[in-house]
């Protein structure tokens, strides 16, 4: 038996259909600073709510895959030091010593298919690191959106990568990438990258079809929409570049690798950007929670609860 602890939120949720949207954790031990970590997670939490569903922030607290967090349990999990990243390999071993461990997109995905949870909102996924010809480093968020069905809402892959290798791995996986209200494929901290997008959606109800309509045909997998951050919240992709450049000369000097080197970057550019970056992936997260419950709420309806 998993050991898997709905929280009573989601119990309620799931026993009267209503639309209920994972979240994942990894960003809020790994990929912010605190205070804003856990007041970042509240508000995505509150906005969606506000748009119909119900939160259900996903981690391994004490052994225990939990479906949903309280308030003093995020709170916990915000402050802890030397949690564990949790990705595919590992997430077992995690449940099984009795540890905490925060769930990356690969993790938290899977938790989430568990769970009866098919939208899911994040920040961006990992991807193809640059330099991945010689290190080898690909995220296995890539493999894990190419066999578990969840929709995973994102602003793209964290521009910190190399993104034109990460959307090659996606196509060669068969990994659906949406871009959703606009052709070109966003870029996390911009609105806009140089490259097309596979496929365009301009609304929920396309985007929960799609997803519908894989599962009927048993496709495994899940789709990537990438949703472009909200204008007045971007950072120009010109603006980043040298600040991305640097953050990654000093990853090298400092032998920085496997888990490590996202984390690192994620915080080396908050600094070079006096907090300007984490500003901008507040907004585009809670941006993605918005999209993610009105996707949530179209496959509640289609699926005839
Ligand atoms: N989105 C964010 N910030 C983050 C992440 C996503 O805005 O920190 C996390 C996710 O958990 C994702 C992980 O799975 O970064 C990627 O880590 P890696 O490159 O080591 O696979
Ligand atoms: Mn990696």
Redesign the pocket.
């Known amino acids: 038996m998993i050991p898997i602890h709905d929280s009573p939120a989601v119990a309620a949720a799931r026993a009267a259909g209503t639309p209920i949207v994972a979240l994942?954790?990894?960003?809020i031990t790994?990929?912010?600073p605190y205070p804003q970590n856990v007041e970042t997670a509240r508000l995505v939490e509150a906005e969606v709510r506000a748009h119909g569903a119900t939160p259900a922030t996903i981690a391994v607290l004490d052994g225990k895959l939990c479906i949903g967090l309280d308030d003093v349990q995020l709170e916990a999990l915000a402050q802890a030091k030397d949690v564990a990243?949790l990705?595919r390999a590992d997430i077992a071993a995690c449940i099984a010593l009795g540890g905490t461990g925060?769930?990356?997109?690969?993790?938290?995905m899977i938790a989430a298919n568990l769970a009866g949870i098919s939208v899911f909102a994040?920040?961006?996924?990992?991807?193809v690191?640059r330099g991945a010809e010689d290190s080898f480093?690909i995220?296995?968020?890539l493999q894990e959106l190419a066999q578990t069905p969840v929709t995973v809402v994102?602003?793209g892959a964290?521009a910190i990568?190399d993104l034109p290798k990460t959307f090659e791995v996606l196509e060669t996986l068969g990994v659906p990438v949406i871009a959703y209200g606009q052709d070109m494929l966003p870029a996390?901290w911009s609105r806009t990258s140089d490259m097309t997008a596979p496929l365009r959606m301009d609304t929920a109800a396309q985007i929960a079809a799609a997803q519908i309509i894989r599962s009927a045909m048993g496709l495994s997998g899940g789709q990537l929409i990438c949703n472009p951050i909200p204008a007045d919240a971007q950072i120009p992709a010109a603006d980043l570049a040298p600040i991305i450049a640097q953050a990654l000369s000093e990853a090298a000097a400092q032998n920085i690798s496997?888990?490590?080197?996202?984390?690192f970057l994620?915080d080396r550019i908050f600094h070079l950007t006096e907090g300007r970056s984490l500003e901008a992936?507040i907004a585009?997260?809670l941006n993605n929670a918005r999209l993610a419950a009105a996707i949530a709420a179209e496959i509640a309806d289609k699926s005839g609860q």
């Open positions: 994942e954790s990894t960003i790994h990929g912010m990243k990705s925060a769930t990356t997109v690969a993790a938290t994040t920040g961006g996924i990992g991807g690191h480093d995220s296995a968020d994102a602003a964290k990568l996390f496997a888990k490590a080197v996202t984390p994620l992936n585009l997260v």
